[in-house]
Each structure stands twice: as structure tokens, then as C-alpha cells.
């Protein structure tokens, strides 16, 4: 099973919006609307940003979102602030019933 | 409060064994499915194992299919790796994370742990 495509960094100066973009295939991100993003600051173990697409758990801002169309989903950040600085990750559900991460996105805010 | 705690890592040499543990608190342990998730050093985030909540489905990455194997103990609220013929690029960091209660398959991972670091030395 192949890692999801994300493009290694993206960036933008306060206040800006930045999208992310995760690349699969037929077997996973086509197949099911079970896509995630994980946010990791330096050091820190991950924590759910968004679940199935578009769903966003209590406390996380709403200036996250997430859709999907296709074999890609993509992740926004509106109003980009300084504490988004982290590593951030999709994450899908497989036909073969396992689970498979992106590569992996840096955002650096300017 | 949901709290994962992972012990169990260290230096191993190649083709030894390790087992990791996760004790888990704060929660019905027994409702939710747990998974590994791994990341070596400087690198990306890697699904290794789920277990489902009722311990009857297990599913592996590819990777370790056949040397890692899954399992859990419901009165411990403990969920474990047993790690066999380790290899140099099974170095990484080990993460136990939780999914959503009765989510059989196709479950995000809503709490993690903080990790413990495996070394596999050749």
C-alpha cells in the first residue's frame, strides 16, 4: 500500500488560507469517505484536526475544513495563524480493510 | 480524561524481539478499537496494526505482516505489540491511538499517545 501524495511544504503569511492537497487512489480515498487529517507541532505526538472528509471534533477551530472529490481530498487553513506552524497529515481507510497515511505537509507561516 | 500511555521501547539488535504495551485510562476500554502507528526518525506517519474493539478482526500493514502481532487485554485495559525479527527500518517511534466507540473498520484515530521509541540496531 503506497503512501497518499501530499506536497512536502506550503506556506503563507498570518491571516492568508492554504490548502493541502492528499492524492490516493480507487482503493482508498475514492472508495470510502473515511478520510482524516492529523496536526503534529514539533515534538508532539499527532492530534485529529478532521474525520470523515469534512467533520471537525469539538475544540478544533472552525478555520479547519476538509472535502474531498475523487481520489483527492484537501485540507484548508483560513486565517492562517502562528501556532498552525506544524507537520500535517491525511489519512484514509483501504479496501483491504488497513489504513494508510499521506506523506506528510510541513506548513511554515510567514 | 482519555489517557494512552506506551511503554516497552529501546535498543534491540536485528532479528530479536520486543513487545510494546499501551495502558489505557479514562475511558471503556472494551468499546473502542486500538491501532499502532509508527514514525522513524525525521520521517512520516506510518499505520501498523488495528485491533477492533471486540479483539476478533486484526489487520496489519503489509510491512510487518507475519513478524508483529496485535493484541489486547480487556481487564488490563492494556493493548500490546509483540515485535519479532526486527529489522533496522522497524526503528521508530510507536504509537498507540484510539478510535471512535463501536467503530469496527474504517475509524479515525481521535487520541494518541505521547510514543516509545524503538531502536533496532544492526
Known amino acids: 500500500q503506497s503512501a497518499l501524495t501530499q506536497p512536502p511544504s506550503v506556506s503563507g503569511s498570518p491571516g492568508q488560507s492554504v490548502t493541502i492537497s492528499c492524492t490516493g487512489t480507487s482503493n482508498d480515498i475514492g472508495s470510502y469517505n473515511r478520510v482524516s487529517w492529523y496536526q503534529q507541532p514539533p515534538g508532539t505526538a499527532p492530534k485529529l484536526l478532521i474525520h470523515e472528509v469534512s467533520n471537525r471534533p469539538s475544540g478544533v477551530p472552525n478555520r479547519f475544513s476538509g472535502s474531498k472529490s475523487d481520489n483527492t481530498a484537501s485540507l484548508t487553513i483560513s486565517g492562517l495563524q502562528a501556532e498552525d506552524e506544524a507537520d500535517y497529515y491525511c489519512n484514509s481507510y483501504t479496501t483491504s480493510s488497513t489504513y494508510v497515511f499521506g506523506t506528510g505537509t510541513k506548513v511554515t507561516v510567514l | ?122
Open chain 2, 1 to 122: 480524561q482519555v489517557q494512552l500511555v506506551e511503554s516497552g521501547g529501546g535498543v534491540v539488535q536485528s532479528g530479536r524481539s520486543l513487545r510494546l504495551s499501551c495502558a489505557a485510562s479514562g475511558f471503556a476500554f472494551s468499546s473502542h478499537g486500538l491501532h499502532w502507528v509508527r514514525q522513524a526518525p525525521g520521517k512520516g506517519l506510518e499505520w501498523v496494526a488495528v485491533i477492533w474493539y471486540d479483539g476478533n478482526n486484526k489487520y496489519y500493514t503489509d510491512y510487518v505482516k507475519g513478524r508483529f502481532t496485535i493484541s489486547r487485554d480487556n481487564f488490563k485495559n492494556t493493548l500490546y505489540l509483540q515485535m519479532n525479527s526486527l529489522r533496522a527500518e522497524d526503528t521508530a517511534v510507536y504509537y498507540c491511538a484510539r478510535s471512535p466507540a463501536y467503530c469496527g473498520g474504517a475509524c479515525h484515530f481521535d487520541y494518541w499517545g505521547q510514543g516509545t521509541l524503538v531502536t533496532v540496531s544492526s
